[in-house]
């Protein structure tokens, strides 16, 4: 698919928007994001990729679910996807830690890489992989055990046994995920007992418990009110400092708030993908325009 | 006008309420209604009755206690006057040949509750009801008349004590000389199967044989020395019955009463006291007299252990058998019917699983074990006959589907997404399975042990040919090594209750005993469960915050 050589550029010096784009055989360009947008952002980094996806398709069965998407997600970036139901959100992001691995008669073709590494390669460990890219659902879904060991399972799994060790994981990951002035003094009752908003970031700290490298979030917020909902924003783009963060949004708002960068889809294809500001602002595709507007969706 | 009365009636649905409620209340009424005749009639029995002197004229009496009172039928007459007669229990059954007597009310003189009328309790043959006349020490008189009942009471404890410890050297001393000899005879026999007729090992095993036998003798003597000091005998009188008039005379030894009461005397404390008494050997006594007096301590115990052994079994069967069907099989046709097999085999008449325990369990694995295990006790069959360990094993099998739709239940409630959050922090289809989704159904688990116990707890007709005997000598629990002798057979209050009440050769006398044996297996089937209700809310409680219900 992609070849080495454009990839080990792109890894380098690439900044997002990416430019090398017309390397690509079908055209597509991994980043679409124009030079130009990102000339507006003063303190523009050279952006580095994280998770690479190149002419990637899905199919369910016979059902093409995703058609030829390409893009690249830069790391320690929020990238907010945007798209009306059953466009392919969820199926994208299943991807990258390989949940759709459990969905029988699911078939991936092209290449997706995360720090370079094709993680589709056979001999790869796929628990290895999840450890890496970790996941929020978009219902919460703690664990029926106590709040200490629900934090504490990734890290078990791993095989720290270590009380002292696990306790201050527990501590750290509460700290990250802003539960823990709420969560210390009841670390021993049952997860289920919090609140939904509290359900929530108790699951992004599970997830931020075994140290991922991406954190994957599937419309995390769409089973909370709006304070909690406000909360886990907050919690958003604090955690953008250590993660790279992909997350499935419905609320545009949501997404201009907390993304650098949108990508929208649209029937399985990726229409449109830039930072946020333009794509919201000056969207080039008329769909994208449609959509972000309201009058279809 | 009246059809549109009932039309608004027919749509408000308060008929369907009343009908449902109804039905609702009719099966309560029904469940309490049981449940009340047998604690009536169970918890009743061993209230002491007084005794009652019936004179029934030309110097015929009968000294017993009043059982109960019915009309007595006069279908050709049925103007005539309605007359009544009462079933007196009279007892001395050695005496009179039968317990209990019908007596028409017109027949009786005079009734009178003298108080220095006896209830003796005795090894054989039933209560008897009487006078104490006077108490022998071998030939010498000791006490007549009125000291006589104050010697015999000071007497007994001294009988009892003397008799405990004959039974434990008989039962405990030679069943333990017994066993060792036994085992030296077994060691002996294998010596010869495979050859050795001579030889150091023989004659070790020899000495060791009449070291034994040795032991035996003295045994034998001390308990001739005990039994030498059973010189106390004890003579009644009674009424001749309710046929002859006059007295008859009836002399036992002392060692043959268990106690002597004077029911009509008793205070309110002294009938609670002896009232505890006959509850507490009730539960912790063995059976005499073929099952219809003593306690019912063995079945309690056998009852208790099978159903563990089946849960020890059943659970690990029923959920690993849940978690392939559920977890790891290929959803489809072949598991559909797998499924549906499952639920009719819940369906199956348990005798049906009575006699494919026999079939394959005691014929094929038992006999087989013993052929690879015990080649040295055959003929006599170790595992090749009823057992505790068939049994339970047939009454696991019978239960199995209960605890394996319980457990998928369970499975399918648990949300995807739990798996899915496991997964997704790189657990194993293992790691999750174990972590999560079993802790999760553990409840379940739970509720299906429930069931599996309080349906295997009631069963009785599988067990009658897999293992259960109406007198078993030894529990299947004891001080020898293996400790726990899977192969015997053993009691079962279910099968205790049929056997009592239908099979023994009193049953008007055991009657009673039907009833509390039921009421005990009721409350031991209900504290079974709602141990296990317990431990299940203490888990439902340690997974979730919603209160848990029972
Ligand atoms: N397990 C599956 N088997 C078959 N088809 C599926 C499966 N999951 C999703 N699809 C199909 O793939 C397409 C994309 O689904 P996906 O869940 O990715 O949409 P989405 O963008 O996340 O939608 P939403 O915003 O409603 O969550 C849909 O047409 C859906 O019907
Ligand atoms: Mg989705």
Not at chain 1, 170 to 190: M, Q
Not at chain 1, 255 to 281: H, K, N, Q, W
Not at chain 2, 205 to 223: A, G
């Amino acid at each position: 698919m992609s070849s080495p050589a454009s990839t080990d550029t792109d890894r380098t010096d690439l900044e997002v928007p990416g430019r090398s784009t017309e390397k690509t055989a079908t055209g597509h360009s991994p980043m679409r994001i124009a030079v130009q947008d990102k000339a507006q952002d003063a303190d523009a980094a050279p952006e580095v990729p994280m998770v690479e996806v190149q002419n990637v398709d899905l199919y369910y069965g016979q059902k093409k679910a995703l058609k030829n998407v390409s893009l690249v997600y830069p790391q320690k970036r929020v990238t907010a996807m945007i798209g009306p139901s059953g466009c392919g959100k969820s199926t994208l992001l299943r991807c990258f830690n390989r949940m759709n691995d459990l969905v029988e008669g699911c078939r991936v073709e092209g290449s997706i890489k995360i720090n370079g590494r094709d993680i589709y390669d056979p001999a790869l460990d796929v628990t290895e992989l999840r450890k890496n890219v970790g996941m929020v659902f978009q219902k919460p879904n703690p664990f029926p055990k106590s709040i200490f060991e629900n934090i504490a399972y990734g890290p078990r799994l791993q095989g720290i046994k270590d009380k002292a060790r696990l306790d201050e994981i527990v501590e750290r990951s509460l700290k990250g995920a802003a539960l823990w002035e709420e969560a210390k003094d009841r670390l021993n009752e049952s997860a289920l007992a919090l609140s939904g908003g509290q359900q929530q970031r108790l699951c992004i700290a599970r997830a931020v418990a075994v140290e991922p490298e991406v954190l994957l979030m599937d419309e995390p917020c769409s089973a909370l009110d709006p304070i909690s909902t406000g909360k886990v924003e907050d919690l958003i783009v604090e955690l953008k400092e250590r993660y790279t963060i992909i997350i499935v949004t419905h609320n545009m708002q949501q997404a201009s708030r907390v993304s650098d960068y949108t990508a929208f889809m649209l029937l399985g294809d990726l229409i449109e993908y830039r930072d946020t500001t333009t794509l919201f602002s000056r969207p080039s595709d008329k769909r994208t325009e449609d959509y972000i507007t309201g009058r279809f969706g | 006008m009246k059809r549109h009365w009932k039309h608004i009636l027919l749509r408000s649905g308060d008929p369907f309420i009343w009908l449902t409620g109804g039905a609702l209340a009719a099966s309560l009424l029904l469940v309490i209604g049981m449940i009340a005749l047998i604690f009536v009639s169970g918890l009743g029995f061993f209230w002491p009755h007084a005794l009652t002197k019936f004179d029934l004229g030309d110097g015929k009496q009968v000294l017993g206690a009043l059982m109960e009172r019915e009309e007595v039928p006069n279908p050709d007459n049925p103007e005539h006057a309605v007359r009544h007669r009462i079933k007196v229990k009279q007892g001395n059954r050695d005496l009179y040949g039968m317990d209990f007597l019908w007596i028409d009310e017109d027949q009786i003189k005079s009734r009178e509750l003298p108080g220095d009328a006896v209830q003796v309790e005795r090894m054989e043959w039933g209560h008897f009801y009487g006078y104490v006349k006077e108490v022998k020490d071998g030939d010498k008189p000791v006490a007549t008349g009125a000291e006589a009942f104050a010697k015999v009471q000071a007497l007994l404890p001294e009988a009892e004590r003397i008799r405990e410890e004959i039974r434990s050297l008989e039962r405990d001393s030679v069943g333990e000389i017994n066993y060792y000899q036994n085992q030296v005879r077994l060691k002996l026999k294998k010596l010869h199967m495979d050859g050795v007729d001579t030889g150091p090992e023989v004659d070790a095993l020899t000495k060791e044989m009449d070291s034994w036998q040795q032991k035996y003798i003295d045994l034998t003597k001390r308990i001739a020395e005990l039994k030498a000091k059973q010189t106390y005998s004890v003579s009644f009188t009674a009424p001749a019955g309710a046929l002859a008039s006059g007295e008859r005379e009836k002399t036992m030894a002392l060692a043959e009463i268990l106690r002597v009461d004077k029911p009509n005397h008793m205070s309110f404390v002294e009938k609670c006291s002896y009232y505890l008494a006959k509850v507490w050997e009730f539960v912790a006594a063995d059976p005499r007299e073929s099952n219809t007096e003593g306690g019912v301590f063995p079945a309690i115990f056998g009852t208790v252990m099978m159903v563990m052994i089946m849960s020890v079994l059943v659970t690990p069967l029923g959920v690993l058998a849940a978690f392939y069907l559920r977890e790891y099989a290929k959803q489809g046709t072949m598991v559909s019917i797998v499924r549906i097999a499952v639920n009719n085999l819940a369906g199956v008449p348990s005798i049906v699983f009575g006699v494919f325990g026999v079939g394959f369990f005691i014929y094929f694995m038992g006999a087989g074990t013993d052929k690879a295990l015990f080649p040295e006790m055959l003929p006599t069959p170790t595992f090749g006959t009823g057992g505790i360990l068939w049994a339970s094993l047939t009454l696991s099998l019978l239960t199995v589907p209960v605890v394996i739709v319980a457990t998928e239940e369970g499975l399918a409630a648990i949300p995807p997404s739990m798996r899915e959050g496991s997964l997704a922090l790189g657990a194993t289809k293992f790691e999750t399975t174990v972590r999560v989704v079993l802790p999760a159904v553990m409840p379940s688990i739970l509720t299906g042990l429930i069931l599996a116990m309080a349906r295997a707890a009631g069963e009785v007709a599988p067990l009658m040919i897999t293992g259960v005997v109406k007198l078993a000598p030894s529990l299947p629990l004891d001080g020898y090594f293996p400790y726990v002798h899977l192969e015997r057979k053993f009691m079962h209050l279910g099968f205790h209750i049929y056997d009592v009440g239908f099979q023994s050769p009193n049953v008007d006398a055991a009657r009673p005993m039907v009833f509390t044996t039921t009421l005990l297996l009721l409350g031991i089937i209900v504290l079974l469960n709602i141990g296990a209700i317990f431990i299940r809310n203490r888990l439902r409680k340690k997974f979730s915050a919603a209160t848990a219900a029972i």
